[in-house]
């Protein structure tokens, strides 16, 4: 289940909606399909979505979002389920990709944000591991884009599960394939995929820099990576010292997951 014909849900309404279920791990295992889903926002389906969705049988839906784009955008889940979000803000680091000046300074402002995300991700990484070590699955990780946020989570998801680093980056760069992120918003014209203000929008900036905060670009979240290696040594330090997942909990999630 490699292909992103398999792997995109069709959704009509959809943004990046993907199942991560079919990845082999270094052991040969294999992601069960159907358990575990990454996605940009949910607040555009159609009626046309609501049997395909409602089909995916999903019990939790963990939104990875600030309060004021979840106000702003909320999750249409035609069926009711457990929906999981945090009260406490994130930084608005978007301000700065706004106001960048071109698309090379857009870049390294993106790979600096990326640098930064594993700390005020903190609480929602963490609930997010509690969820699925409690089998609170099927579940549906997402944020705004289901691209930088959901990137990093799905990244640190796939890599407790053994997937190779590899097929993590591979995964990531899918979102340039999955969906057109720049016709997304030019179609739902109240979108702002957690990236505009009320002063300034990335539909009003120049193309190339517009592209540099929408491409899934993998120096992104390699510098994410890079940074938790910097400061832990390792992911598996990063996920066991400070995320707490330990031996006994990893070994929960892979039961619940693989197959």
């Known amino acids: 289940m490699n292909d992103l014909s398999t792997r995109l849900v069709p959704l009509e309404g959809g943004c990046n909606f993907r199942d991560l279920g079919g990845y082999t791990t270094v052991d040969q295992r294999r992601i069960k399909p159907g358990k575990l889903y990454r996605s940009g926002v949910m607040s555009y389906f159609t009626a046309a979505d609501k049997a395909t969705l409602h089909a995916l049988g999903v019990r939790t839906i963990c939104d990875l979002r600030r309060e004021d784009e979840r ?80 990137g990093l989570s799905a990244a640190l998801i796939l890599h407790c599960l053994g997937v190779p680093r590899e097929t993590i980056y591979r995964d990531y760069e899918l979102t340039n394939h999955a969906v057109d992120l720049d016709a997304f918003l030019r179609h739902h014209g109240k979108a702002r995929l957690g990236l505009s203000n009320n002063r300034n929008t990335l539909t009003t900036m120049d193309t190339a820099r517009r592209q540099a905060i929408l491409n899934a670009d993998l120096a992104y979240l390699m510098a994410g990576l890079e940074q938790i290696e910097q400061d832990h040594d390792t992911l598996d330090n990063y996920l066991r010292d400070v995320l707490g997942v330990s031996d006994a909990t990893q070994a929960e999630i892979r039961h619940n997951l693989l197959i």
Do not use: I
Not at 76 to 90: F, K, M, Y
Not at 124 to 145: I, Q, S, T
């Open 71 to 150: 106000s702003a955008e909320p999750t249409a889940w035609p069926v009711e389920v457990n929906l999981v979000a945090w009260d406490e803000e994130v930084p608005r680091g978007e301000l700065s990709w706004l106001d960048s000046n071109d698309a090379e300074h857009a870049r390294e402002v993106m790979k600096q944000t990326y640098r930064t995300m594993p700390d005020w991700l903190h609480n929602r990484l963490v609930g997010l591991f509690e969820l699925l070590a409690n089998n609170e699955v099927p579940l549906v990780f997402h944020c705004a884009a289901g691209k930088d946020r959901t």
